[in-house]
């Protein structure tokens, strides 16, 4: 009776490829196409699919007790956010990141003039004297560019690293230029409320902006007269604290329209490129990748490899056994070869039975081992079904991308025609197109070479 053992992880020594463990079947007899094997084992039990992060950062220390501030960041963050997996709120961060960093520079250049512009107001306060207030505004503003300068061009970190430091020293800026002026102090409230309230578009996330609170601490004293009275603190704090949370909240609602509209591009992509019975890429998205993977390895001087596997007497299981059952072959496999690339490659289901294999930066020589492992895990794999425990085995050829190819469909038809090849020779191996020299035109470039249209059929 055949056993279900873990696989170890391996490293490829072709292309250093750490391949994930996957269980591998042994059993007791050799494999044949497509055969129904009565004596395997019961099917192992289906890993669940992985648990949607929801609001939380990470699911790490579930079982810990929560204290009050996780609970309080994990209300919050429900609040401002939208239910998106791991993968789709790192995403999310990034193609923030992207976004807005090109934002950093004019915005900071713009909001310097346009403080340091009230300059005017200055002079006819002083009566056309260059007064503290002044000094401050114009030093300051300098000091803004250099730090913008260094911040952004010598160290260089994350958009929200940048947004934070740049507000918080506009924030700092406006409460000196409102210390500087005196007893007229009190003038610099409206100027440090709007600032406050612009850092809507500044600060990417809703959280960040409570960093408000310690800003307004600093400016409260600053805008108070001289002997405030109960009646003033209670005027400026309320103000305060109004702006704070408007500031928050609109903050909240444009991060979480921005995730919400993000994750559903992302999904509406997802369907569009996605194969919907085998989860690997579809053949619209393998179009897309060959034309910008020939155009990263003519731009890299990099190695391309296309492959093209075929589930051998793969109308028999749907004659015999049905198309339920088919689909259920059509998962194995796909499941089996999706699990041993790596995560550059991209497998794509372009037909019925047959799928394509992208390798960029891969020699000839470690895609033929590669494509060699991912054939005798096929022909290892049982594919448990309501039927019968069901075995298969893929043929497969490969062919090399030549710089003389000008466009996808050359490569795929000499890959194309190392499959057929492998068809004809006794199915359940890789045969490798034959390498064109320099100089020599690339298979399909005529038409006496090219018969045979991309997606046209071979022998099943």
Not at 121 to 136: C, F, I, Q, S
Not at 244 to 258: N, P, Q
Request: glycine share 8%; net charge positive.
């Amino acid at each position: 009776m055949g056993q279900v053992r873990p696989g170890p992880a391996r490293r490829s020594t072709v292309r250093g490829t750490r391949l994930a463990a996957r269980p591998v079947v042994q059993p007791g007899s050799p494999a044949s196409a497509l055969e129904p094997d009565d004596t395997a084992g019961p099917a192992p039990t289906p890993a669940s699919p992985p648990a949607r992060a929801g609001n939380a950062r990470s699911r790490a220390g579930a079982g810990a007790p929560a204290t009050w501030r996780e609970r309080l960041r994990k209300g919050l963050t429900a609040f401002t956010m939208p239910e998106l997996s791991d993968e789709e709120l790192k995403a999310f961060r990034v193609a923030q990141n992207e976004s807005r960093m090109p934002l950093v520079v004019p915005t900071v250049v713009v909001g310097v003039i346009l403080i340091a512009s009230f300059i005017g107001w200055d002079l006819m306060r002083e009566h056309n004297h260059v007064g503290p207030a002044a000094l401050v505004r114009l030093g300051g503003g300098l000091a803004l560019w250099v730090m913008l300068a260094l911040v952004h061009y010598v160290w260089r970190p994350s958009f929200r690293t940048q947004a934070l430091l740049m507000y918080s020293a506009f924030y700092l800026w406006q409460a000196a230029i409102g210390y500087a002026l005196g007893p007229l102090s009190p003038l610099q409230l409206p100027g440090l409320l709007l600032v406050m309230f612009f850092s809507v578009l500044a600060l990417p996330r809703a959280n960040d902006a409570l960093i408000n609170v310690a800003l307004a601490i600093v400016a409260v004293p600053v805008v108070l007269p001289a002997q405030p009275t109960v009646a003033d603190v209670n005027y400026v704090v309320s103000h305060f604290v109004t702006v704070i949370a408007l500031v928050w909240a609109a903050t909240a609602l444009i991060e979480r329209m921005s995730a919400q509209s993000y994750a559903y591009g992302r999904r509406l992509h997802r369907e569009a490129s996605v194969d919907a019975l085998t989860g690997v890429a579809n053949r619209r998205e393998f179009e897309s990748t060959m034309v910008r993977e020939m155009e990263r390895a003519r731009r890299m001087s990099l190695p391309l490899m296309l492959a093209l596997a075929d589930i051998d007497f793969f109308k028999k299981v749907n004659d015999r056994y049905g198309h339920d059952v088919g689909d259920l072959v059509l998962k194995g496999v796909s499941a089996t070869m999706a699990g041993r690339i790596r995560r550059s490659d991209v497998l794509a289901r372009i037909g019925g039975e047959e799928f394509a294999l992208v390798l960029l930066g891969t020699e000839p020589v470690g895609a033929h081992v590669v494509l060699e492992r991912l054939r005798a895990a096929v022909a290892q794999l049982v594919v448990p079904t309501p039927v019968a425990d069901v075995r298969c085995t893929i043929s497969i050829g490969v062919a090399e991308w030549h710089r003389d190819d000008t466009d996808w469909h050359a490569v795929y038809k000499r890959a194309d025609r190392a499959l057929y090849a492998a068809k004809e020779g006794g199915r359940d191996r890789v045969v490798e197109a034959p390498r064109l020299s320099a100089g020599a035109a690339p298979a399909g470039a005529d038409g006496a070479a090219g018969a045979d249209a991309p997606g046209s059929p071979v022998a099943t």
